[in-house]
Every structure is written in structure tokens, then in C-alpha cells.
């Protein structure tokens, strides 16, 4: 039918373009729900934690979230000027450390940074033991100068408010306290923190502040009961010291009298030499320049320490020579996998044709003899591997008994490069010989027949006519082999001895060892990366539509 | 009649204490260990007294303990901890309570006091080494060499690993920076006090790589615990390091032609920890069964299944025969005056911060 402009129209009045557009659309979204639940399983469990991980490579935050105030105060410093930082930057670093030390964050961030500086890991861990005992001269002289501070409920009563209309939330104390100890902290509801308090001892409530919260969120105790920490008295200290301190409200006449008495000890007293008391590397420009470089949320060391590179505070540079190893074990990966790739083709090739060629009877014993050790555990094979080729193994002691070897020459064929391709060869076989046969089936026996009758040597038959029939299935199984040989990780790790360890080996090391996850992310994803390279550059030079996998 | 009552009433508040703490505690826990000899002896000297005593609590075994550290860290990320009381050795504990993933523990709360009357705290002395370790036993990475292939002179030094004129052959290391420096050093002259300060400085490192060189075209280097006890067994080595019970089982349960070696032997320990955010039922179990199993008698029951010290000083003297072979069991004892004339300790702290270090530039000075 057609209606009075001239275009097609279906059944209902409608245009059949659209109404074919309609039809097809219903189809597709059919399709598309009998395939959803399998998308979203691969998504979440597949595609989420293999893009989490990989995410890991780049992301850094744990500086930045652990000592947040003293980044800040570190944005004036300059490494190249090499001077000691301002008494600014150790006054943050003070209060972050307390708290995260009270959080049991500090050591955390310690490993982290131990990955890139030697030290830190014991700097940050022994430095959280001592902070306590800084400033404690002035802590002294205040419980000398006032009673009243050694009574957990005072302190309450001049931070704290029941009155919303008196006190605030503390933000700001709630999102620096939040970020140290990564987990939402907050006031107990119904307690504000004061905010005459707020106003004229700014530093003393921030700290109380955030003690409160975290005395009420995690250790579910009620703040008004606890000793404030010793960080809270150091920044009252503070706050009483400070030259315009206007102060009238709960609590204002004993903290007359600790002004009067903390003015002396705190004359003496500094952040910066409290921390190099403690240890002399906190002048140290490495260390703080180590702090400095890895303060951003994202980073770009780990993937310049996977390519034997390292993020310093001078900028990036090469590793020394005697450390460079990831650049290497890439390359062996490459060239190994290449290499077990190529001894499958050999081996897997003959077989497969015999397979293919064979009557159906003796076919099947042989794929029952290419399948079976398939389904043997793969430790075992590599286990037997281990016994065969020793040097007091199988295979050395039959040289030896033949007399092909001296006794005292035995060949060396495991715990190297060697022992790794003989073993993988042997264990990924079966993913060339698969591939092959099944599209070696497909190649009806007449075509070589028929080259054969047209006159050509059993050579040129199976080379011009044959082969080129069979690249599909090559093609097939080198993209598997090769893909499942270049992340291998447990045949090398008990056959390749030093030299026979593939990249992966490096990454479960990372992954399980060191713990240097975004390290092992920044490698895996180089590995990746290279996986993607090398079948994209298959695709330009072979073409992907010619590998095929069934006949 | 009064003594009835009160027997009666003594009898209620028993059950009621017991019923008390029977609903508070979680009756399953999974308990996280090395597999193998080494997890059959805690299953019987620790986990089946244990079950005896509370009937109805179930204990499940997860072999994962060599990589506690990674999957504990995954759990935790994943806000669902499966583990209730977990093996690891001393320095995963202490990366463990740095990471904040195991549970701080006051020794002297939650542990027994010695059979002697010692507070836990005394009785373990030095051996706890971070707030979250629990110390179980100490044992030792140390040398077993073949009788048979060393001739009429048996090593007596741990320097005899560097002899490669006397002792020819391929020697087996573990493919880990920790131990072979120190023993390295040692053998180049350094002074066992000074090993550690030496270590920290360029020159020294490369002191202990040059003499790992000149041994190096013969090292078998081994990951896991059972390679040097099957290349022992195999004939493939001459000597090789590995842990002192692993060596006991050769030597004693497997009667192979091997002896060992216990000079400068490196102490190590392992023990549990509980992982942190346990739910307080799951919490209050562990705890239960962490006090029983590190009391003074359980400690030494576990020297009757494989020859690993027990941490407590007071259970030495408990220390018995063998379950099987009824050997004694104290001169398999690394920490036997015989076998401890020359030993070391693994030096935490130092390890903690140069690991990653050395760790880097072992790895590529074996690639090389």
C-alpha cells in the first residue's frame, strides 16, 4: 500500500520504514534481555575488579588523606632549595601524625612510602611510638598550673555544647579527622563544639573536636569521660600563648592561670625540634621530599618504577644499574613466550595432521593421549618435569647411561630458561594441537588430491595448498599459546630457577609479598597493554577473521 | 542438706556461666595455617583438646597462611573477613598490625600465665614482637647437607656453604635477600654485632653480593619450604638451607642419608594473630581459643609432633618424646644449648625498612 505522499505504509496506517524500525528494535531489545544477566555478571565480576585493580596503578591518595594539613603546609617548600621545611610544616605534621597514630594509619603510610625511600617505614613507626612524649615539658607545666585539666569533664565543658544555637558541627575538624582515619567520624548527636570556644581557641578545639569524634565513633566511648590526648593540650598551649587571646567563657579562669605558667616551657618549645629529637632524618630533604612528590592523589611512580625508572623529588630519573630489573624480565617474557609459542607449532603441527588424517579409531587414541595430560593437575605435570629433567633425573641419568654425557658433565636442563620452555611447551601443547585439528578437519583430503593429479610433488601439494588452509588454525593457537604463556606464572616459579622466571612471577611477588599493589597493577597493565599491541598488530598483518578456532 | 544446696547452686551458676559464654561465641572458627606437618601438629596438640573441651564447636582449616598477608588485606578491602584466627610469621604479623588488619591484643589479658606462676608477658619475654603477635613456636632456617657426598670431613660451618673446593657440588639458597646477606657477611669476616650496620651502607651490600658471587653458578635457589628436603633427598645438593623441622623429618621420619648444620642458624618465630572487625561473638571465640592453645602445656605438646621451640620459656621443661617415633625431642630443639651456639635473630625492624630495598637489587642481581 501506499498512502497519498507516495511512501510505503504497513497494515496499521503507519510508514512500514518505521514500522520495520519499530519491529526490529523490539527484536534487538529482546535480545539484548536474554543477554543481560550475563553482561552484568562479566561486569561485576569480572570487568569491575579487573578496572579496580588496574586503577590502582595511578591512584596514590594515601599521603594526601593520612597527613592532609601538612601537604598543605608543604606547597611553600622547594626541594632544590634543600632548606629545612618551616617550623609551619612540623607544627601540621604534629597534629596529623597524633591522630593518625591514634587511628593506626601512621604505618600504613610509613610501608607505603618505604617502597620508594628506604627508612620510612621505621621513621613513621617509631616516631608514632614517641609522639606522647613531645611537648611534654609544657603538658607538665599546665597540670602544674591547673587541677581543673586533669579532669576529663572540665575539658568537656569548654569545648563541648548541648546547645545548638551556642556550637556548630565542627566541619572542618570533621573532614580533616574523617580523611586521617578514612572512616565517617562525627560529634555525638545532641553535642555541638562550642563556638566561643572555636572562636578564641581555635587549635585546641579543632583538636578536642576531633578527639571527641573519634573517642565516640571508634573507641564508642563518651568523650566527656576520657583524658584528651596529649595533642589536644599541646594546641591549648597554643591557643593560650597566642598574643590577642580573648577568652571569657566556661572554664576562663583556671586557663588565666595555665597562660600564665605555659608561657615559658612553650618558648622552648618547637615542632621542629621535637620531630629531631625524635630523629634527625625529619630534616632530611629526602624524606621530606619523598613526602612531598607522593602527596598528589594520583601518581605516575609506579608505572615509571615498572619501567626502571623512579619518581624522586628531583623530578623522574633511572634507577641504578645494580636495581634495574623489570625492563629485563619484560623482554624475557617476551622472547620466552615467543619461543614456547614456536616449539608448539613444531611439535603441535605433525600431530595435529595425523590426527586429522588418521583413521577415526587411532584419531581418538591419539587426542585421548593429547587430552590427558590436560586433565592432569598442572602442578603435577610440572612436578614431573622436575623428577625427568634434574640432573640426577631421568633424562641425565639415561644420557649418561648411553654415554652421550660425561657423569660429570650432566646437562643443566632445569632451574634455567630451558627448564621453563621444555615444561610450558609441554603444558600449553594441547591449546595449538586443538585449534589446529579442528581446521585441519575442515580441509576436505580431495584438494590434495587433486594438486597431486594436476602434477605437483607431495611438497608443493601440501605447501601451496594445504598449508595456507591450515594458517587459520596456527593462527588460532599461537594467539591462545601466547596469550596464556605470557602471564604464566607457576610452571617458571618451580622450573625457572633465576633465569627462567617470567614477569608474572614479579607481579605475584608484589601482589602477595610486598604488598606493593600498585606497583603489581602499573605491571600488569603494562602486560596487558603489550597483550593488546601485539593482537591489534596480528590483526593489521594476519587479519583476525582468519583465525579460527572450530572447523 | 546445706552442702547439697550449695553444691546445687554452684552447679546453676556453672551452667549458667557456661551458657553465659556459649551465646556469646561464635561455635564455628576458621583457623588459617601452613598445611602440611607443621598444621597437623596444631590440629593435634591445640584444635582437638580444644573441640574436647567445647563440644559443639566446629574448627575449618584454610591453607593460606604463606599468603595471609595479601588475602587478608583483600578481605578486609571487601568488608567481609572470613578468618578468625590466623598463622603467619613474625614479620607478616608485624606488616599485618602496621597495615592496621590484625587485631591489637593485651598480652597479659588475654593470654594464660604461665604454668610457673609468670605473667604471658614475662613468660614470652622478647619473642613478642608487635602488639598484635601472639608468639607459637621458634624455629630456624638453617643447613642440612647429604653424608654421602661431603666425604670424610662433614661441614662444621655455616662458611663451608662458601667452600667450594672442599665441598664441590650445588648448594640450595632461599630466593630471598634475608639470611643469605647476614650469613654472606658473616662468612667475609664481619662480626655477627656488626652485621646489620654494615648491611645499611652501599659498600656492605655490595660486600655481601661479591661473596653470594663466588658461590653463585652453584645455588639452586628455593621458594618453597620442600624443595631443599627433595633435593636433598635426590642427591641434586650437597647442602642446602630450609627450616629445622622440615630437616627433622628427612633426617628422623624419612631416614635420609642427611645431617644438619645448625651453625649461625637464623631464629625465626611464628605465631597467631586475630584479624581486625571480627564481630564480637566471632572476636570472643578467637580469644577463647588463642588462650588455650598458648598455654604452657599445649605449647609443649606441639614439640611432640614436629621439632619447632616452643615461645614460652615455662614449657621447655615440658618438652617431651616424639608422638610417633618416641624419640626425645629436646636436642631437635634449635633453641638446645647444643644446637644454639652460634645463632641469630631475623632482625625485624632492620628487615622492615630495607626489604623493599634489597629486595630490589637481590631480584636483579639474580637476573643478572
Sequence with gaps: MTDANGTIVAADGRPLKASLNRALRREKLRAFLLILPLLAFVIVSFIAPIFDMLFRSVQDDITSRTLPQTVIALDDWDYEGAEIPSEAVY????????????????????????????????????????????????????????????????????????????????????????????????????????????????????????????????????????????????????????????????????LAAVQAAVAAPMADFTYTAAFLDQDEDWADPEVIGTIKTFSSPYTAGYFLT?????????????????????????????????????????????????????????????????????????????????????????????????????????????NNATGTIIAMTHILLPFMILPLYSVMKGIPPSYLRAAKSLGATDWTAFWRVYFPQSVPGIGAGCILVFILSIGYYITPEIVGGTKGVFISNRIAFHISSSLNWGLAAALGTILLVVVLALYWAYDRIVGIDNVKLGG | MKKSIALGTSAIVAIAGFAYAEGHMSSDMTLVSWGGAYQASQQKAYVEPYIANNPGVTAVWDESSSEAVAKLRAMNEAGNVTWDVVDVV???????????????????????????????????????????FVPQIVYSTTFGYRDDLVGDTPPTSVCDVYD???????????????????????????????????????????????????????????????????????????????????????????????????DWQMFDLDGWIIPAGLSPEREARALDFLRFATDTQRLADQAKYISYGPARASSAPLVSTHAELGIEMAPHMPTDPANAQNTFLFNYEWWADYRDDLDAKFQAWLAQ
Design chain 2, 164 to 262: 667450594l673446593e672442599a665441598y664441590p657440588g650445588m648448594r640450595s639458597l632461599e630466593r630471598n635477600p634475608i639470611a643469605n646477606l647476614e650469613w654472606a657477611l658473616i662468612c667475609d669476616g664481619v662480626d655477627i654485632a656488626d652485621v646489620y650496620d654494615v648491611l645499611e651502607t652501599e659498600e656492605g651490600q655490595d660486600r655481601a653480593f661479591a661473596k653470594l658471587d663466588t658461590i653463585k653458578d652453584s645455588v639452586i635457589w628455593w621458594s618453597a619450604g620442600a624443595d631443599t628436603p627433595q633435593l636433598l633427598a635426590d642427591g641434586e645438593i650437597v647442602m642446602g638451607s630450609t627450616y629445622n623441622g622440615r630437616l627433622f623429618s628427612l633426617i628422623e621420619e624419612q631416614d635420609q642419608p642427611v645431617s644438619m648444620l645448625w
Design chain 1, 91 to 254: 607544627e601540621a605534621l604534629y597534629y596529623d601524625m597524633f591522630f593518625a597514630a591514634e587511628a593506626k594509619k601512621h604505618t600504613a603510610l610509613g610501608s607505603r612510602l618505604n617502597y620508594e625511600t628506604t627508612g620510612m617505614s621505621s621513621l613513621f613507626r617509631q616516631t608514632g611510638r614517641s609522639l606522647d612524649e613531645m611537648g611534654g615539658n609544657v603538658i607538665e607545666a599546665m597540670e602544674d598550673a591547673s587541677e581543673a585539666l586533669d579532669d576529663s569533664a572540665f575539658w568537656a565543658s569548654i569545648f563541648l555544647t548541648q546547645d545548638s544555637s551556642a556550637g556548630s558541627n565542627a566541619a572542618a575538624a570533621r573532614a580533616w579527622a574523617t580523611s586521617i582515619a578514612d572512616m565517617e567520624l562525627r560529634l555525638p548527636v545532641g553535642t555541638y563544639l562550642s563556638d566561643g570556644a572555636a572562636e578564641a581557641l581555635p587549635n585546641a578545639a579543632r583538636q578536642y573536636a576531633a578527639f571527641a569524634m573519634f573517642t565516640h565513633i571508634v573507641d564508642e566511648d563518651v568523650p566527656a569521660e576520657e583524658d584528651p590526648w596529649e595533642s589536644v593540650w599541646l594546641a591549648l598551649a597554643e591557643d593560650l600563648t597566642a598574643s590577642d587571646l580573648r577568652y571569657d567563657g566556661i572554664g576562663a579562669e583556671q
Design chain 2, 90 to 132: 613474625a614479620a607478616d604479623a608485624i606488616r599485618l598490625c602496621d597495615e592496621g588488619l590484625a587485631m591489637e591484643i593485651d598480652h597479659d589479658e588475654v593470654l594464660a600465665p604461665g604454668d610457673d606462676g609468670s605473667s604471658a608477658t614475662d613468660d614470652f619475654g622478647d619473642l613478642i614482637v608487635s602488639d598484635c
Design chain 1, 306 to 414: 615498572a619501567v626502571d625508572l623512579e619518581l624522586t623529588p628531583a623530578g623522574a630519573q633511572a634507577v641504578d644499574e645494580n636495581v634495574q630489573i623489570y625492563i629485563t624480565l619484560f623482554w624475557r617474557t617476551l622472547w620466552m613466550s615467543m619461543t614456547i609459542t614456536f616449539s608448539c607449532i613444531l611439535l603441535g603441527y605433525p600431530i595435529a595432521w595425523l590426527m586429522a588424517n588418521l583413521p577415526d579409531r587411532k584419531a581418538n587414541l591419539i587426542m585421548i593421549l593429547v587430552l590427558l595430560p590436560f586433565w592432569t593437575s598442572l602442578l603435577v605435570r610440572t612436578s614431573a618435569w622436575k623428577v625427568l629433567l634434574q640432573q640426577q633425573g631421568v633424562i641425565n641419568d639415561t644420557l649418561v647411561w648411553i654415554g652421550l654425557v660425561g657423569d660429570g658433565s650432566r646437562l643443566a636442563l632445569i
